[in-house]
């Protein structure tokens, strides 16, 4: 029978490379934890010599909870952990040292030999690796991995090996308990949500941007999105299949998300006659631009986010993608610029995503005129933008937007 882990140990990465402004970082970090597991029987949440510590006050539930855990930004390794109390520990280690003998470490090394048997999979060589957050522990760390990697090495025949192991077995020595662990599974790192401000995602219903979402997620923004619906109302739009997708999101966030909802309707009524065919593309990804900037002002957002990858389709080559936004003030965020479709579609599946995006959607940017100019001008497209109107047309658009709380 599996051991029983009431507590979850995680690592985190690049919060321990920062400097002084790491204990806000850490304070993000441990709030983001406690909301993402809301609902959950935590009964704390610890900072303890280099790990966070999440204390269970239901052991059956440790395996949903690191599901959980490993969807929270800035984490790199969670690990369920076995807690052995002092009390089993301690007396016997005393008597062993008053007789001058070779300390034992029965318990430790028990709990050390049966997950390893659990977790060793293909392993090859092993090692104990022991820290005492406790520094009144009778011996110290090298001598508790020595004696406890003895037994491990006797009972499963792995031999030991310091660099690069296939297997680690942490020992951690607290005050009152001893924790013993070695199954990990890997998170995403990246910084806590909310430690970068907050930005206005973009967000169609294909592929490429909620993966965008994610990645600047990853980097510690707390996103808004909008999305631009064509027909006439919410309903006749059937944006259900976008609300699924943020609720994907949500599940790496901490708190609820808003989602903005906008007619693409004042965009069309507006431009018939007076943009050309072939710069119906542009004019409306600026319109998209245009809106999302606004509406980032209102909400407290720094930068607007977007799928665009170079080249990818008419409406993203380098010209195009200049020429679009030439006087919006905010930084536009491009994190999948620089990748191929191949890599985005891993990471969509990565994050779970992909079955969602690849549902049907009638995409407003699908059924624009199929010829767009490669190399619009922004002069030309600030011109349009006079002549039909576009402030006008971003109003009426956001006055008949509406939000969604996402959770
Ligand atoms: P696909 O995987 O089909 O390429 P996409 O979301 O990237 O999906 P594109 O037509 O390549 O679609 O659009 C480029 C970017 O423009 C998107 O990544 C997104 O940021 C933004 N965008 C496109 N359509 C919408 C929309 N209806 N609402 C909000 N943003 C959109
Ligand atoms: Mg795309």
Redesign the pocket.
């Known amino acids: 029978m599996a051991l029983a882990t009431p507590i979850i140990a995680a690592t985190y990465a690049e919060i321990a490379l920062k400097g002084r402004n790491r204990t806000v970082f850490m304070r993000k970090l441990i709030n983001n934890i406690r909301a993402s597991l809301k609902g959950e029987p935590i009964a704390d949440v610890r900072h303890i010599e280099s790990r966070v510590l999440v204390y269970l006050d239901d052991a059956t539930t440790a395996p949903r909870v690191a599901e959980k855990l490993r969807k929270v930004f800035g984490l790199q390794w969670v690990s369920p952990v076995v807690p052995i109390p002092r009390t089993e520990i301690d007396l016997e280690l005393l008597s062993d040292l008053e007789a001058g003998r070779e300390p034992r470490l029965t318990r430790i090394s028990e709990v050390a030999c049966q997950l390893t048997e659990q977790n060793r999979g293909n392993a090859k060589n092993f090692k104990v690796a022991t820290r005492r957050s406790d520094k009144t522990f009778p011996i110290a760390s090298p001598e508790i991995s020595m004696a406890v990697g003895y037994t491990v090495h006797t009972g499963s025949g792995l031999p030991g090996r310091m660099t690069d192991p296939d297997l680690v077995v942490n020992v951690l020595v607290l005050k009152n308990n001893v924790l013993v662990f070695t199954g990990k599974e890997k998170a995403f790192g990246g910084l806590p949500s909310g430690s970068s401000g907050r930005a206005m995602v973009?967000?169609?219903?294909?592929?490429?941007?909620p993966v965008?979402a994610w990645l600047m997620m990853r980097r510690g923004i707390r996103p808004e999105f909008?999305?631009?619906?064509s027909g006439r109302n919410r309903s006749e739009a059937d944006v259900d299949k976008i609300i699924e997708l943020t609720k994907i999101l949500v599940e790496y966030s901490p708190v609820p998300l808003n989602l903005h909802l906008v007619p693409v309707v004042p965009f069309e009524v507006r431009s018939i006659g007076l943009v050309p065919d072939n710069y119906d593309m542009v004019m409306f990804?600026r319109f998209?631009f245009k809106c999302a900037e606004r509406l980032a002002k209102h909400n407290s957002c720094r930068a607007l986010i977007?799928?665009?990858s170079l080249g990818?389709?008419a409406?993203?080559t380098i010209h195009n993608l200049g020429a679009i936004t030439p006087d919006i003030e905010m930084p536009i965020l491009r994190p999948l610029v620089g990748m191929d479709k191949m890599e985005i579609t891993a990471w969509s599946k990565a994050i779970s995503a992909f079955k969602t995006?690849i549902l049907p959607y009638r995409?407003?940017?699908s059924i624009r005129s199929p010829r767009p100019i490669l190399n619009a001008r922004p002069q030309d497209l600030l011109r349009y933008s006079d002549e039909m109107d576009l402030n006008e047309a971003v109003f009426h658009a956001l006055k008949d937007s509406e939000k969604v709380i996402v959770e």
């Open positions: 973009l967000l169609s219903g294909g592929i490429d941007s965008a909008i999305h631009f619906y990804r998209m977007s799928g665009d990818q389709v409406s993203q995006s995409d407003c940017c």
